[in-house]
């Protein structure tokens, strides 16, 4: 089963608007991480956040993290066609070396 | 020039043979992951190793075996008990921090 759970599986916006994408996990963690993937490429690291953070930023992104609901929001500010990708989120499922991954919300960034 | 090396980026498979896949890298990192996605799906993890000789499954691991006889590598053979191999592998490591995962181009795996 996977680990975490991401709404919406799909989102279409126009360039210039905000993107949030969201993630629910299962069990306790230390870190929650944020990955893009291009279409048939490999997978690209974007922001980790702890489990005992609540916030963090980076350049247009900005990630949140509720431990208590086990949950996450990733948002894509001032969003850019070039941000068009799949965006997952990824835990240490039990905080050691398993990594599992969402379900993944696909973007589209429209002109 | 670090990372992870996949081949090969796509593969086609008779049914009924098994295929090995190659993950090779140089970041010298300890944990090696593989993972299997799907069209349109997320990655369901096959196996990982934290440690030369070791491995534990993942959750998808029925139909697949693994070895780490060297920390650079980590092939993934897909066994003909494998019902749906049909998908897109992906090979990632993970540093001693845990603070980022680093992937592979992925192999392609189609079976005629």
């Known amino acids: 089963s996977q680990q975490g759970e991401e709404d919406p599986q799909a989102l279409s916006i126009q360039e210039g608007e905000n993107a949030t994408m969201n993630c629910s996990y299962k069990?306790?963690?230390?870190?929650l991480q944020w990955y893009r993937q291009n279409s048939g490429r490999g997978l690209v690291h974007l922001i980790l956040i702890r489990s005992n953070e609540r916030e963090k930023h980076s350049g247009r992104l900005r990630v949140t993290l509720d431990t208590s609901k086990k949950s996450s929001s990733l948002l894509i500010t001032a969003s850019r066609a070039a941000d068009t990708a799949s965006y997952f989120c990824?835990?240490?499922?039990?905080?050691?070396?398993?990594?599992?991954f969402g379900t993944g919300t696909q973007l589209k960034v429209e002109l | 020039d670090g990372g992870i090396t996949q081949s090969p980026k796509y593969l086609f498979r008779k049914e009924g043979q098994n295929v090995t896949l190659s993950c090779e890298q140089n970041?010298?990192?300890?944990?090696m992951y593989w993972y299997r996605q799907d069209p349109g799906q997320g990655l369901r993890l096959i196996y990982y190793?934290?440690?030369?000789?070791?491995?534990q499954k993942g959750d998808i691991a029925e139909g697949y075996s693994v070895s780490r006889e060297k920390k650079e590598s980590f092939p993934l053979t897909v066994t003909s008990a494998q019902k749906n191999p049909t998908a897109f592998y992906l090979c990632?490591?993970?540093?001693?921090?845990?603070?980022?995962?680093?992937f592979g181009q992925g192999t392609r795996l189609t079976v005629v």
């Open positions: 069990t306790s963690i230390n870190n």
């Open positions: 970041l010298n990192h300890d944990a």
């Open positions: 190793s934290q440690i030369v000789n070791d491995f």
């Open positions: 990632a490591t993970l540093g001693a921090g845990k603070t980022e995962a680093f």
């Open positions: 990824a835990t240490d499922e039990g905080g050691g070396n398993k990594l599992t």
